[in-house]
């Protein structure tokens, strides 16, 4: 749910990384915080446990500038990817306006993958939002390793409506700005309709 | 829920209003840090010693706590807790739901008390809920106007955010 401050004519608007577990949603969250300058970051707040497993959100601020005289702002969020956090992750998508999924193209989590689709059509659901008009982007991650699926074979399987569909090898950051913008713009322009 | 499932909108007027009522708060309670944050984690209204705190931060985590407690809250059977109050060594925070859907923080020290906290932040929680329905009312009034400073934006508008 954007936020719209007239009196300091700033908007700010919530972004959420959602995917299995190790499937990199805060790795895309440590590149872009390494590769944008101090003055449009934040902090990277990391809440994890000991072995840097996401425990409850990674989150980090983003000022890309201004529109239209209004200064922007993302919230970007990731959520804790392993099964048994559930009840987090849905707290997570409360007031979301636009949603990456992070797939792993590994061949051994397309299960994984498909698993955390469902849960993401159902948390959404329960947050009153509907994948099908949620700005959202599709990131198939890990491009680099062996044994991954074919990109047309991901497609199939994962694009639930033509959303906009990127390669991505995230510690190197490819795919990750481009993913980030795809899914900045759905939501900016999601904006100009109400 | 027509109000918590809107996008919220301030125009200066009420930011004033909230703003004004933050800084009594702050003076009342003898507080440190006082602040407005709505349950999605976003930034309203602050006031007080905010150079030395990470503000955007605190506004995540503390939505990022209420959040948690909500959920806890669910679980047993209850409708929320509306008030949270973590005790440290040397600073205190003091977090009260605010009209279903913000968050009023107060960070103080020993130089206020829980007491005095709570009592000053039950007065400004009923201001604070005043300008909410105010600004609900204004929502449903004025439909969708003014129109959005984002209606016409253009794919150049969001390309420019880009371009570093």
């Not at chain 1, 994948?131 to 699926?149: E, G």
């Not at chain 2, 990470?54 to 059977?77: C, E, F, R, W, Y």
Request: glycine share 6%; aromatic share 8%.
């Amino acid at each position: 749910m954007s936020f719209i401050n007239y009196a300091s004519r700033e908007i700010n608007c919530k972004i959420v990384y959602y995917g299995p577990g190790l499937g990199g949603k805060t790795t895309n969250l440590q590149f872009i915080y390494e590769r944008t300058s101090p003055s449009n970051k934040g902090q990277l707040i990391s809440l994890a446990t000991e072995t840097d497993r996401t425990l409850f959100f990674d989150f980090l601020p983003l000022d890309l500038g201004t529109v239209r005289g209004f200064r922007t702002r993302f919230h970007l969020y990731t959520v804790p990817g392993q099964v048994f956090y559930d009840a987090s992750r849905k707290l997570i998508l409360k007031g979301v306006d636009g949603v990456i999924m992070v797939a792993d193209s590994q061949e051994m989590r397309m299960d994984a993958n498909l698993e955390a689709l469902d849960n993401l059509k159902i948390n959404l659901h329960e947050n009153g939002f509907d994948l099908a008009t949620i700005p959202y982007a599709l990131q198939l991650n890990k491009r680099d390793l062996p044994n991954i699926v074919s990109f047309d074979e991901m497609h199939k399987q994962l694009n639930v409506k033509g959303e906009p569909t990127f390669e991505a090898v995230a510690p190197k950051g490819a795919g990750v700005f481009e993913t980030l913008k795809a899914v900045a713009k759905l939501v900016l322009q999601d904006l100009s309709k109400k | 829920m027509m109000l918590l499932g809107t996008n919220l909108v301030m125009y200066e007027e009420e930011f004033q209003r909230i703003s004004s009522v933050l800084a009594r708060l702050w003076v009342d309670a003898n507080a440190k840090i006082v602040f407005l944050v709505d349950k999605n984690g976003q930034q309203i209204a602050a006031k007080g010693d905010l150079e030395k705190v990470d503000a955007t931060s605190l506004a995540s985590l503390t939505a990022g706590n209420v959040a948690a407690t909500d959920g806890l809250a669910k679980l047993i059977g209850e409708k929320e807790f509306s008030i949270l109050f973590h005790e440290g060594e040397r600073d205190n925070i003091h977090i009260s739901i605010v009209g279903q859907r913000l968050i009023l923080v107060v960070i103080f020290d020993e130089r206020s008390s829980l007491g005095l906290v709570r009592l000053r932040v039950r007065k400004a929680a009923a201001e604070l809920e005043d300008v909410l329905s105010q600004m609900a009312e204004k929502a449903s009034q004025e439909g969708q106007a003014p129109a959005s400073p984002f209606a016409e934006i253009t794919d150049d508008d969001i390309d420019a955010l880009f371009s570093e």
